[in-house]
């Protein structure tokens, strides 16, 4: 006889699945406000569109490929396609679909964030192909690697609570080379486009704050004291994250910004992530605020080199989710909870573990930012090849709204 579900951990993992999926919007208002006024819909539709693509893609296939029976722990096989004996499975204590759910939000969300790294400049038909390619090639296998049963990089030993490697390392360094092959904003660098709608960046900050403690606390995947440690970490994760941008950013341009808090309570919950179920709330505040002050040099690097990640897409998920991967090996330390059998975690360099840990992450951040990098740049060629990606330079003078999907998003 299978497994019974806890009803309480149930309805903590539907709850937190349900936060999960109001990340996405909150990311296209985040994304949103900082584009011109002619690409905001064209922005949007990053985030908004990838819903119902990567949706359909994850039931088809993906949970298949990520969750299913491994193959020498490299890709889960074909055992789950259009969740195969799903419907009345249980995964611990919960409905296997209820972990189904939970996890094809993170699916959906992770190429959206690439989307930063292109707006204003990519064609609507190729970046629909782009992420469901993207998800194919990159995504469903290392979800695998480092997520499922007998994953080659979970059989390491690495940490990942919440995705710092399968979430932004993949999503920061695709959008790295998406940056550099699809090439400049007309006119950028001589040109810095300014945001038209801070107001919705905020709005699109504050509602991912909120979400995000559905993303990592709910990886617990279950109520109970993990759950809690988790949402307590993400909290000062973020708060860590913003004070020290907001700090860094009032020293170096003698005024705080609203979009660098914006940004820094963002990159501090990108790198509490990975480490959220691991450390100390002390060492959450360590890590976000270590992050902000990283993520802030990452930006300023882009107009020193001359590329143009628009949304710092890199600048902000890549840096700050290696650089937590990183510092969770640093921070982390093996605990005991009541509702759990096995310890959590692992004892990381501050705590008597040495650098074995920090080694294992700093293995995992390389092979996933390696093979994320080669794969994304051969998927752009592709896409490249079926349907061009990039938009006419009339296009992009007159913006995607328009050129794109036919509307107009402050028309009248």
């Not at 055992?79 to 195969?84: G, R, W, Y």
């Not at 976000?288 to 300023?300: H, N, P, S, T």
């Not at 605990?335 to 096995?342: G, H, L, M, Y």
Request: with cysteine.
């Amino acid at each position: 006889m299978p497994p019974k579900s806890d009803p309480g951990d149930t309805a903590w993992l539907l709850v937190s699945s349900a936060l999960v999926l109001l990340m996405t919007p909150a990311l296209a208002l985040f994304y949103g406000g900082m584009v011109r006024r002619r690409n905001v819909l064209s922005t949007l539709m990053h985030s908004l569109a990838a819903i119902p693509i990567l949706s359909v893609a994850w039931v088809a296939i993906g949970y298949s490929l990520a969750f299913g029976p491994t193959r020498a722990g490299l890709i889960g096989g074909l055992d789950l396609v259009f969740l195969k004996g799903q419907v009345s499975a249980t995964r611990g204590t919960v409905p296997a679909l209820a972990f189904v759910a939970f996890q094809m939000m993170f699916a959906v969300i992770t190429p959206a964030l690439i989307s930063g790294a292109f707006a204003e400049r990519m064609k609507f038909s190729a970046y629909a192909v782009f992420i469901v390619l993207w998800s194919l090639v990159v995504y469903y296998p290392v979800a695998h690697w480092v997520w499922g049963e007998g994953g080659w990089i979970a059989r390491l030993g690495a940490l990942d609570f919440a995705g710092g490697t399968v979430v932004h390392a993949t999503a920061g360094v695709s959008a790295l080379v998406c940056a550099l092959v699809i090439g400049k904003r007309l006119k950028y660098p001589e040109e810095r486009p300014l945001p038209h709608d801070l107001t919705m960046t905020l709005t699109g900050a504050g509602i991912l704050w909120f979400g995000w403690f559905g993303f990592n606390a709910g990886s617990a995947l279950q109520s109970g004291q993990l759950a809690a440690l988790s949402f307590v970490t993400t909290h000062l994760g973020a708060a860590g994250g913003a004070l020290s941008w907001l700090g860094v950013e009032w020293w170096h341009r003698q005024k705080p910004t609203a979009l660098g808090v914006a940004s820094g309570l963002v990159a501090g919950l990108v790198a509490i992530t990975p480490a959220a179920g691991y450390v100390a709330p002390w060492s959450a505040i360590l890590i976000g605020g270590a992050a902000g002050l990283l993520c802030y040099l990452a930006v300023l690097a882009k107009y020193r080199y001359g590329y143009d990640d628009s949304l710092d897409a890199f600048g902000v998920h890549g840096v700050g989710g290696i650089s937590g991967a990183l510092l969770t090996g640093v921070f982390c330390q093996r605990r005991t909870f009541p509702e759990i059998a096995d310890p959590v975690g692992a004892d990381g360099l501050l705590f008597g573990g040495g650098v074995k840990q920090l080694g294992v992450q700093a293995l995992a951040c390389g092979a996933v930012a390696a093979y994320s990098a080669l794969a994304t740049w051969a998927l752009l060629r592709l896409v490249d090849r079926l349907v061009g990606l990039r938009v006419s330079v009339s296009d992009e003078r007159e913006g995607l709204d328009a050129t794109q999907h036919g509307e107009d998003g402050h028309a009248g």
